[in-house]
């Protein structure tokens, strides 16, 4: 049984920090312009973390990040953003590819980076030192991973000198709860964030019949239902994407009240 959390602050490994529940991706947007008002109205709502990555229109989302902390100030978001994996086959090309990120964002720092998935061409404990220079260098806050296996982590966690892996980001959604198993477990156990991406399945939550029906109980939308769920487990930040207003506000009324333990249940034979 995995334990139950009230909690719409979610700490961000064992770093003593803690972001909103839910955060906001930054995939494919479509159209920047309007999605700067969606984004500043999940920032005015609570949503105070985003994640982006170098390979999102090839950089594209990591400019419009960094549009959006002009406007709202740096201290106001947590921003994760993930290099791709081949970054990390050296310290140097690691750093440089950091660098070029940061430029892009517009910050000294970020506040986390992590590997988009890992190399094949390079070791796990080689990316994960180079990964490591990251923080040591001063170029983000924090270091995390993304698409590890629970081999992977504990490979990448202990060639790791000084710093840990605060989060690992993962596919999370109320229809696939693979991490269930045991990488959640896991996380709770030694103090790991899950990042839970594509948590609405693009929309196929909508589709559920029996989310559908727990919304309706429940005066809430499966859209709202289907992040609940992923947010009362310990550990787990939900990370949808959302450019428009509306879905951003539908997003953020998934925050201040939880499902009750048999509607939990409910939702596990989906
Ligand atoms: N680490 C990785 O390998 C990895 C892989 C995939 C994704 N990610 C991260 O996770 C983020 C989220 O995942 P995702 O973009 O794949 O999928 P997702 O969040 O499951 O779905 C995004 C889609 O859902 C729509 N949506 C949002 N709110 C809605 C609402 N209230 N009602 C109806 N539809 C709504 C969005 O529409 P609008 O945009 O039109 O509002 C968008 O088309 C990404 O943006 C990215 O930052 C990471």
Redesign the pocket.
């Known amino acids: 049984m995995i334990p139950l959390d009230p909690s719409d602050r979610k700490p961000v490994g064992r770093t003593g920090e803690f972001v909103s529940a839910i955060g906001l991706?930054?995939?494919?947007?479509?159209d920047y312009r309007k999605a700067l008002q969606?984004y500043l109205e999940a920032v005015r709502l609570g949503l105070d973390n985003i994640?982006?990555?170098e390979m999102?229109d090839n950089g594209g989302a990591e400019r419009f990040v960094g549009e959006l902390v002009r406007v709202v100030g740096r201290t106001s978001i947590f921003i994760t953003t993930?290099l791709l994996p081949q970054r990390f086959r050296s310290r140097e090309s690691t750093v440089k590819a950091a660098r070029l990120s940061l430029e892009r964002l517009g910050v000294r720092e970020a506040d986390l980076i992590?590997i988009?998935?890992p190399d094949d061409l390079a070791s796990i404990e080689e990316q994960a030192r180079n990964l490591e220079a990251l923080a040591e260098e001063g170029l983000s806050r924090y270091i995390g991973v993304?698409?590890f296996t629970l081999e992977e982590l504990e490979r990448a966690r202990s060639s790791l000198k000084k710093h840990d892996i605060a989060v690992n980001?993962?596919?999370y959604?109320i229809l696939d709860r693979t991490v269930e198993k045991e990488m959640l477990p896991y996380a709770i156990r030694e103090g790991i964030t899950i990042q839970a991406?594509?948590?609405?399945?693009?929309?196929e939550v909508?589709k559920a019949g029996k989310v559908r029906e727990i919304a309706s109980k429940y005066g809430k939308?499966p859209?709202q239902i289907a992040l609940n769920y992923l947010i009362s487990r310990p550990r787990v930040v939900a990370?949808?994407?959302?450019?428009?207003v509306?879905?951003?506000r539908?997003?953020a009324g998934a925050l201040g009240w939880r499902l009750r333990e048999e509607d939990l249940e409910a939702l596990l034979e989906l």
């Open positions: 991706g930054t995939w494919a947007i479509r969606a994640d982006t990555a999102y993930k992590l988009h998935w993304s698409n980001q993962v596919k959604s991406y594509t948590p609405l399945e693009r929309g909508l939308t859209i990370i949808p994407k959302a450019e428009k509306e879905h951003v539908e997003i």
